[in-house]
């Protein structure tokens, strides 16, 4: 059986300060996540904490590029050599964050194994905003959370878009979006991209099982994928604890029902979690909430043999010719 390897990465390095005296509090998150047994009940084995630099955006103006991207690059080199090695063992690897600037951790490694296997590892990218941000269609860029799927295809700071000189991570006609809101100021964008988009409204309305299929038939070519989500595609009504809530999100039994429809085959190679701010979450109650829409979307992994092999674990490598993309 494939199992569950949680590995920390507290990483706050891509959100602004709350206020001038603080900083975000999704650092705090998979603390608060672990307090209420997440490991255990998933039988996961513990794979640690990636202690993440100091957050100390210093003197930031806008015009000065991404804040702490130095930092946040090193971090990401680190958490990819991390995420490697536990898909080496034949594991499933849950990243718990911190803000949305682990997917380039995660996404490097996923550029690594694609090369390694001679094959495009896709993505789907459940979030309630595109974080699609960058110099081509924003007068300036500053928190690499707001703008992680832009430096994943490639847009943006070489430092952070072009890591080991890989650019793009993850092509733009691999990467399914799920779950943003109608309004999204980059909508139109991810659509002149070729990216695959289905925004809440049609999520709810096709429903989250079929939305799931949906989302894999999309990368059906690619030879397996990485799951990210951003707790703040709920609805705020049900997950107020986020930095940016915005209504008109999904609730939890519907992100436990696409979650499960997309972890449930061994195409889906591991999967973040991000944006949760226990700041926000005095009492413990949405961290609970949290953990159990994990524990249940999770349980297919349970029901899965256990790849023997890193190679054998990445179904149907594709043709070198399909590699590039142009950034």
């Not at 991207?69 to 034949?90: F, N």
């Not at 296997?117 to 595109?130: A, K, P």
């Amino acid at each position: 059986m494939r199992r569950i390897a949680v590995l920390d990465a507290p990483t706050n390095l891509g959100l602004r300060p709350p206020t001038a005296t603080s900083v975000p509090g999704c650092a705090k998150a998979p603390g608060a996540l672990r307090d209420h047994g997440l490991v255990d009940r998933l039988a996961a084995r513990d794979a640690g904490c990636l202690t993440p630099p100091r957050y100390d955006p210093g003197d930031w103006r806008p015009g000065d590029g991404v804040a702490q991207a130095a930092q946040i690059s090193a971090y990401s080199q680190r958490l990819a050599d991390r995420i490697g090695a536990i898909v080496d063992a034949g594991e499933f690897p849950l990243i718990l964050g911190g803000d949305c600037s682990v997917l380039l951790g995660s996404m490097v490694a996923m550029h690594r194994l694609g090369d390694e296997v001679d094959g495009r590892v896709g993505l789907v990218f459940v979030d309630g905003h595109s974080d699609f941000r960058h110099p081509g269609n924003a007068p300036y860029v500053g928190a690499a959370a707001g703008e992680d799927l832009a430096l994943v295809t490639g847009r943006g700071q070489i430092e952070l878009a072009g890591i080991e000189a890989r650019r793009p991570y993850v092509r733009d006609t691999d990467v399914v979006v799920l779950g943003i809101r109608e309004h999204d100021e980059y909508r139109l964008d991810l659509a002149a991209g070729g990216f695959s988009v289905r925004p809440v409204t049609a999520l709810r309305s096709a429903g989250a099982a079929r939305s799931a299929q949906w989302a894999r038939d999309q990368l059906a070519q690619c030879a397996g994928f990485w799951l990210h989500v951003d707790v703040d595609v709920l609805d705020p009504a049900v997950m107020p604890a986020v930095d940016a809530p915005d209504p008109g999100g999904i609730a939890f039994a519907e992100l436990e029902m696409l979650i499960a429809g997309l972890v449930g085959t061994p195409e889906c190679l591991g999967m973040e979690l991000t944006v949760f701010d226990p700041d926000h979450d005095p009492e413990g109650s949405y961290a609970r909430e949290v953990v159990e829409m994990l524990v249940a979307g999770l349980a297919p992994l349970v029901q899965q043999p256990r790849p023997v092999a890193r190679k054998k674990a990445v179904p149907r490598p594709r043709r070198s010719s399909d590699q590039t993309q142009s950034a």
